[in-house]
């Protein structure tokens, strides 16, 4: 059901990070709202970005941050923020890594599904 003006969009759930090859990358649960315009990222309670889908990457390790989410629909209104997603550092994965975090040459390689 669409939000009118002055009701918000529910809260992101399911908050996560990770940091692979020096990346961070913050992942929520998508909000199901028809009005649904974009969501806000906050890191460390400041407010660093907007993003069109579920996740945003940060371009950089942010280890010792931490990273909420909120919902803002067409009208501007904002749901209260998502759960503390602490950032996890998994290292550089890859196929054939033995440690040491490089894979082929120096190079990370990362697998997605």
Known sequence: MPHSSGFSPDVPL??????????????WSAVNAADLAYYKVYKNGVFVSQAAGTAYETGSADTNSSFKISAVDSNGNESPLSQTAAVVDNGCLGIGNTGGGDVGGGKCFVATA
Request: proline share 7%.
């Open 14 to 27: 399911n908050p996560t990070t990770a940091i692979v090859c020096g990346v961070t990358t913050v992942r």
